[in-house]
């Protein structure tokens, strides 16, 4: 069974920078996403065609998505967090097969103004 982990997240003051991390076990990840409090889930930073990366409006300039298919691991490297940035930040994959879809549990951003 495949499981992604999310690690990384912290409270910050605005301005601040923040690194995710997901760890894969059996998934190939394919991004993040975040669920503000009251608010849908969004995307935030996902792999198309597996080069490409599609960011959200909102973070583009200010966050980086990166992989390390050796550890079969993601990252979301994110710099001039903004209040608006205060999500639980997750993690997004699907099986070999892309017909099972993976979430990882979540970990906080919280970003104090």
């Known amino acids: 069974q495949g499981r992604l982990v999310e690690s990384g997240g912290g409270l910050v003051q605005s301005g601040e920078s923040l690194r995710l991390s997901c760890d894969s076990s059996?998934?190939?990840?394919l991004g993040w996403y975040r669920q503000a409090p009251g608010k849908q889930r969004e995307l935030v930073a996902v792999?198309?065609?597996?080069?490409?990366?599609k960011y959200a409006d909102s973070v583009k300039g200010r966050f980086t998505l990166s992989r390390d298919r050796a550890k079969n691991a993601m990252y979301l490297q994110m710099t001039s967090l903004k209040p608006e940035d205060t999500a639980v930040y997750y993690c997004?994959?699907?099986?070999?097969?892309?017909?099972?879809?993976?979430w990882g549990a979540g970990t906080l951003v919280n970003v104090s103004g």
């Open positions: 997004n994959g699907n099986d070999l097969t892309g017909a099972m879809e993976f």
């Open positions: 059996g998934v190939v990840i």
């Open positions: 792999l198309t065609d597996g080069r490409d990366t």
